[in-house]
């Protein structure tokens, strides 16, 4: 019988922090206010801080000295070669998900597809962003490939922001969930052929969408100077 898994304090603050970056509630560059969370979330310093001490190993805060942790902002060029590379691990994952993918496994994803849906319809973009990055990182757990899993794992979280930023009008909202029945139906069938390509242009087409929010080379959500 396994043990049921028991998160410490910082862990729960770490998830909370890192959606908080994801949905821009602590926007790209900012100095983090560590007493206003404290309050916030009704925690003291230490779960902050440890919290922010993993969330600078995932890439998402950098240390500045004498002034706390910032959270990291992308370039442009940046983001991009990330998403490239996002889009080749992903399409060769969902691969291996096809040839090693357990069917208890695959249900799974279904199961998440569906709620995904449900989240959809009711126009809740937090929770549909997390089925949605579930079910992401569902497939490439299929793959029985540790490093890739890992590899994937860091990458993603980088770019957490910009795949949310990736849905914010309905018709790149709408070509999001068509490509999920897709990829959900071609995983069904096992039919890697089909759905390695499907993946990696999904992942591409982020890139399409978010790149006019940098602009000239600039961040896409600052809202106001670290400090």
Not at 60 to 78: T, W
Not at 141 to 160: D, I, M
Not at 183 to 203: E, G, S, Y
Request: charged share 25%; glycine share 6%; hydrophobic share 45%.
């Amino acid at each position: 019988m396994s043990r049921i898994e028991r998160k410490s304090l910082h862990d729960v603050v770490a998830g909370r922090l890192r959606d908080m970056i994801a949905e821009g509630e602590l926007a790209s560059g900012i100095v983090i206010p560590e007493m206003e969370l404290c309050a916030s979330l009704g925690v003291s310093r230490t779960p902050i801080r440890e919290a922010l001490k993993l969330l600078a190993q995932d890439g998402l805060v950098e240390h500045l000295p004498q002034r706390g942790f910032a959270v990291r902002a992308l370039e442009a060029d940046e983001a991009r070669q990330m998403l490239e590379l996002l889009a080749e691990l992903e399409g060769f994952a969902s691969a291996l998900a096809c040839a090693r993918g357990s069917s208890e496994g695959v249900r799974a994803i279904a199961q998440l597809h569906e709620a995904m849906l449900i989240a959809y319809r009711a126009g809740d973009m937090s929770r549909y962003f997390k089925l949605n990055q579930d079910i992401h990182e569902g497939i490439v757990a299929l793959s029985e490939n540790l490093p890739l899993v890992e590899t994937h794992r860091r990458l993603s979280l980088s770019l957490r922001r910009v795949r949310f930023l990736s849905n914010r009008k309905e018709t790149d909202w709408q070509s999001s969930v068509a490509d999920h029945e897709a990829i959900l139906v071609h995983l069904l069938a096992r039919d890697a052929v089909a759905l390695r390509p499907l993946m990696t242009r999904h992942v591409l087409d982020i890139w399409k969408v978010v790149q006019p929010s940098f602009g000239q080379g600039l961040r896409p959500d600052i809202t106001r100077k670290a400090g």
